[in-house]
C-alpha cells in the first residue's frame, strides 16, 4: 500500500508540474496566433469561410453509449458465469470468474464507443450531404 502512494504522488505531482507548462506555453501559442492573424480576418470571416466547421457535441452519446455497453458486458458476464455456475468454488474458478467479468465489461464497453463513433460518423456524413 505504502508503494501506491509513492507512485500516485509522483504521478499527482507530474501531473501538475505538466499541465503548467501546457497552461503558459498555450497562452503563448495563442497569442503568436492572434498576433500573425492581425486585422487580415475578422470572426465574421472565420464564420463564412474556409475555416467555419460547425462544432458537434457528441459527449453525451459516447458516455451512454459506454455505459449502455458496459451495462450490457456486465449482464452478458452474469449470464456466463450463471450457466457455467460450477459446485466447486476454488482459487482458479474464483480467479477465472471475475477474468469473465473483465473481459464482458471491456467488451461491452468498447462496443459502446465503437456504436457511438458509427452514430456520429453517420450524423457528420448526413450534415454535409445538406450542405
Not at 49 to 71: E, K, T, V
Not at 82 to 94: A, I, K
Request: hydrophobic share 45%; aromatic share 10%.
Amino acid at each position: 500500500m505504502e508503494e501506491l502512494m509513492i507512485v500516485a504522488n509522483v504521478a499527482i505531482v507530474f501531473g501538475v508540474i505538466y499541465k503548467l507548462f501546457e497552461l503558459f506555453v498555450g497562452r503563448r501559442e495563442r497569442m503568436m496566433l492572434i498576433e500573425k492573424m492581425g486585422d487580415k480576418m475578422t470572426p465574421e470571416d472565420l464564420r463564412k469561410g474556409f475555416a467555419y466547421c460547425p462544432i458537434y457535441s457528441f459527449g453525451g452519446l459516447r458516455f451512454g453509449c459506454l455505459l449502455l455497453g458496459l451495462g450490457l458486458g456486465l449482464l452478458v458476464g452474469y449470464a456466463i458465469v450463471c450457466l457455467t455456475n460450477p459446485e466447486v468454488r476454488g482459487y482458479r474458478v474464483s480467479e477465472t470468474l471475475s477474468i469473465i467479468y473483465g473481459a464482458s465489461v471491456l467488451l461491452g464497453g468498447g462496443l459502446g464507443l465503437v456504436v457511438s463513433y458509427i452514430v456520429e460518423l453517420n450524423q457528420v456524413k448526413r450534415e454535409k450531404e445538406e450542405k
